[in-house]
């Protein structure tokens, strides 16, 4: 395997740096244009509930484990197409349940009686108003289902501004990364397999022989 010399590799990534550059633009812009075309932003809305006392009187330990044994079944309801479909006549939405159904996280905080309801939609106020009207036909379903009055609202959901899958700070590190690795990658196996002499001190550091004289180059008029 033949020797590198690490100066004279440093000093060849010198003379490419206005390429490597020139790639790094160029990958930034392509990866840029590929994820505003193909990337939807989507945006996230939460609101929680509780399960709290159906009466008036104290709340004692029977009703904390009733509820948080039915923190489930609830999770479940929230997801049901009888909930879903309602939420879409109320609203007015183009969506169907099942769609609607796999932008919702439904969640249980662990050892709590709330419930948190997030919903994702390419509309950040449209997906508060989801989030929003779930919990409200929920609530009004429950009391049909269970003849029970025992859910409040602790958050209502607020539009977010931020969507939650596109980040162009991060996206853009990562195709400068790639454009480093690639632009680098192909100047190193230029730099290894090239195996012409450009200058005189080439052929006496590696061919050993003493240069007696040089031809230059002339331009033709």
């Known amino acids: 395997m033949e020797e590198i010399n690490l100066k004279e590799l440093f000093d060849y990534f010198k003379s490419k740096i206005l390429w490597i550059f020139i790639t790094i633009i160029l990958v930034v812009g392509i990866g840029n244009v590929l994820t505003t075309i193909s990337r939807i932003p989507m945006y996230r809305s939460s609101t929680t509930i509780v399960l709290v006392s159906d009466n008036k009187g104290d709340y004692n330990s029977n009703e904390i484990q009733l509820n948080k044994s039915l923190v489930g079944t609830y999770s479940e309801i929230i997801k049901s197409r009888t909930v879903l479909n309602e939420v879409i006549s109320n609203l007015g939405l183009s ?58 609202v602790i958050d209502k959901a607020e539009s977010n501004n931020k969507s939650f899958n596109v980040n162009y700070i991060k996206d853009n590190l990562i195709y400068i990364l790639v454009a480093t690795v690639l632009s680098g990658s192909v100047i190193f196996i230029r730099y290894y397999f090239d195996t012409t002499i450009k200058t005189s001190e080439e052929i006496e550091n590696k061919l050993g022989l003493t240069v007696l004289g040089v031809v230059p180059m002339v331009e033709r008029d």
């Open 95 to 152: 969506y169907s349940a099942e769609e609607i159904s796999d932008n919702i996280t439904v969640t249980a905080v662990e050892n709590t009686e709330i419930i948190k309801i997030t919903v994702a939609d390419a509309d950040n106020k449209q997906a508060a108003k989801i989030a929003n009207e779930i919990a409200s036909v929920f609530m009004t379903e429950i009391q049909k289902f269970y003849k029970l009055n025992n859910v409040s």
